[in-house]
């Protein structure tokens, strides 16, 4: 069995009894002479592959008989009598006619396997050793967590011919729990005779994966469907080929299934969905994105139809109105996380009646992307109907201004994290009044690309200030500058990891009013890309908060030289994480960073950094007792002769150049 299960997928077989190897595709055995077997795959589960020719050698006018003249019912009954999966294996090996003859068996009519495979299969979980542990032969194989075995083939490695290697080298010890197949080529990649092989011998498949299959369509789906009725987790993604035909046969027979994904698969519509939450008692997720041929009927019978369970529904790109927005407020009474996605069919009164429908009490996680019909009004809903919301992400939302995100953060006064990403309607008053507002939980703000924040003067108001906040993010906002940042700064004196990327406009002056007003003590804190930060404000930081600093990244800071190194070497007691490049430090910095006895340093980068050269390998190799990550890209400064003798002093440590 090893032999079969660690099958590498070349077509490698012994033909006729011949020693002699051949590296043929099945499409040219046709035109083969008599040194390998010929097999055509047949329209129905027959016993004769034929026609194919049989293998025989003639040695001075002798013939000299081969058990390939057999035929196919002889052979199969030979086979389904051989006493293990190993002997089935090793006969597998000889050539593609006996590897499909054998793929073609049900586990339940090989002699013997019926009465042994509960047994078989508590010995695959409880002692996974002798055959079953030879699947563990690389980075695409090997045992699940809970036992199953595991398979992932991708792009050239997906065919016909490794499937049914697979599927017979392990259904002796109960088949695949899980597979995976990612990106098969056009030719000679898996079709459903691949797939059907897999159904045969794999029964106990719990999980699979198809991701733009070139030729699989329903009847191999239908196969699985049949044979592998233990399935519980399909994953269907850029199917063209597969349609309601397949997806209702996997409804009928899989009735254990509990997630199901379905991607740009154009020919799944309504009649599948509505067979799925018809005959799926268990399905617990659900994700469908960029399917044309579902609509409201669909996604209305399967939420209605699967409501007392159904926790996680995900909907993206698809042609559904309010009509499916209101079902999911009324029925979605177990759903606890929900991402809605380029719905541009819904609008602000479907959205305003899911959230007063009061069915999604128990949504903590809701998404919501590219959707018009997210407004003030009908998100000011949203956030009194989800009365359990812990994470909000708010994306491309255009018609979201500052009223109606306060409006919902008063309302969502449970909420903990709150995302928010190019919403152009939004001001720093709107940024303001959710940090400000007392009631609220919040732990982590995140706001990206949001082009509408403006710096504003500051003013003598009284605003409270948000003693829960301890995350703070605020990427690729051109308009918030310094003043934003110091008056931001003074409302959340709790803070232990910020972000400030790509805030071209802060300076030094900004960010001291945060810095010094931070009485947590900041962990984490990103500056990559702010042009304008120099030493002066790096000093600032490490001395106030040298005790607790784990990462600092300052990416992109030209203005940062050789002095903040200086001063990180004497302050930070902490620092695991340092990236440094593209900033003006030399030699140097590099030295006196290496001289630190007290840093346990485990990632550094300094990429792009132009004056660090050779003479900085020997400080670098100062640094072996603890890095394990080194980053030298485009320091042209630095030969690759230098950069191979530190990679042997570095030996622990993953050198990118």
């Known amino acids: 069995m090893p032999a079969l ?13 011949s020693l002699c190897t051949s590296s043929i595709d099945l499409d040219r055995l046709y035109s083969m002479g008599s040194s390998m077997d010929i097999y055509c795959p047949p329209h129905k589960r027959a016993r004769v592959c034929g026609p194919y020719a049989v293998s025989s050698y003639e040695y001075e006018g002798e013939h000299l008989s081969s058990i390939e003249e057999l035929p196919d019912e002889c052979l199969f ?3 389904r009598r051989l006493p293990s ?18 793929s073609s068996m049900r586990r339940t009519e090989i002699s013997g396997e019926v009465d042994n ?23 695409s194989g090997g045992l699940e967590g809970d036992g199953y075995l595991t398979r992932c083939l991708e792009g050239k490695k997906a065919t016909d011919v490794r499937l049914a290697a697979v599927a017979v080298g392990t259904n002796g010890r109960g088949g695949l729990g899980k597979l995976s197949i990612r990106g098969t080529r056009s030719t000679r990649g898996v079709t459903n005779i691949g797939i059907s092989a897999i159904a045969r011998g794999c029964p106990s498949l719990r999980t699979l994966s198809l991701w733009n299959p070139s030729s699989i369509g329903d009847d191999g789906l239908v196969e699985i469907a049949k044979e592998c009725c233990l399935l519980e ?26 997630s199901l994904n379905i991607e740009s698969c154009p020919k799944i ?33 399967l939420v209605s139809s699967a409501s007392s369970v159904l926790s996680k529904i995900k909907l993206q790109g698809l042609n559904i109105t309010d009509f499916s927005l209101a079902v999911i407020g009324h029925f979605g009474l177990a759903v606890t996380s929900l991402v809605l996605g380029g719905l541009r069919n819904a609008s602000e009164k479907g959205f305003w009646v899911m959230g007063n429908a009061q069915g999604l009490k128990k949504v903590s996680t809701l998404t919501v992307a590219s959707c018009h019909g997210i407004t003030d009004v009908s998100l000011g809903a949203i956030g009194k109907g989800c009365t359990n919301l812990k994470q909000m992400c708010l994306r491309k939302c255009h018609f979201v201004s500052d009223s109606g995100l306060i409006t919902f953060a008063r309302a969502a006064s449970s909420l903990e994290n709150l995302q928010v990403e190019e919403l152009d309607r939004i001001s720093l008053g709107g940024v303001i009044g959710v940090i400000s507002n007392r009631e609220m939980k919040l732990k982590s703000l995140s706001i990206a690309k949001c082009m509408g924040i403006k710096d504003l003067l500051q003013g003598s108001l009284m605003l409270s200030s948000c003693t829960s906040l301890r995350s703070l993010s605020i990427q690729n906002c051109p308009g918030f500058g310094s003043a934003s940042l110091a008056m931001v700064g003074k409302l959340c004196p709790h803070l232990e990891h910020i972000d400030l990327t790509g805030l071209c406009g802060i300076t030094d002056a900004g960010l001291s009013p945060l810095l010094e007003n931070s009485e947590a003590g900041l962990v984490k804190v990103n500056l ?46 902490l620092l695991n994480d340092l990236d440094m490049s593209k900033c003006s430090i030399t030699d140097s910095g590099v030295s006196v960073l290496s001289s630190a006895g007290h840093l346990n340093l485990q990632v550094l980068s300094l990429a792009g950094c132009s004056m660090v050269s050779s003479k900085s390998v020997p400080f670098l190799k100062k640094l072996a007792g603890s890095l394990i990550g080194l980053n030298l890209q485009h320091c042209r400064s630095i030969s690759s002769s230098m950069v191979e003798l530190l990679a042997e002093s570095l030996w622990r440590c993953d050198i990118l150049s």
């Not at 519509?269 to 659900?286: T, V």
């Open 528 to 573: 990559s890309n702010c042009l304008n930060i120099t030493d002066e404000a790096v000093s600032t930081l490490v001395r106030l908060h040298g005790g607790t600093l784990e990462l600092l990244n300052l990416d992109g800071c030209r203005k940062v030289t050789d002095a903040s190194l200086v001063a990180i070497t004497d302050n930070c007691l």
């Open 269 to 301: 519509g309504n009649e599948g969905l509505e067979a799925i939450g018809r005959c799926c008692p268990r399905l617990q997720s659900i994700s469908i994105k960029d399917c044309p041929l579902v609509g409201d009927h669909g996604v209305a019978s």
């Open 233 to 258: 987790k399909l994953d269907l993604s850029h199917c063209p080929f597969v349609s309601n035909k397949g997806l209702i046969a996997i409804a009928e027979n899989c009735r254990d299934l509990i």
């Open 117 to 139: 495979s509960a047994k078989e299969d508590k010995e695959m979980k409880t002692s996974p050793s002798g055959d079953v542990e030879m699947v563990s032969c690389d980075a």
């Open 85 to 102: 999966g190993r002997e089935r294996s090793s006969c597998a090996c000889v050539s593609k006619h006996w590897l499909f003859l054998l």
């Open 77 to 79: 009954e030979i086979f």
């Open 5 to 17: 299960v660690n099958y590498g997928g070349e077509d490698q077989f012994f033909g006729g009894g």
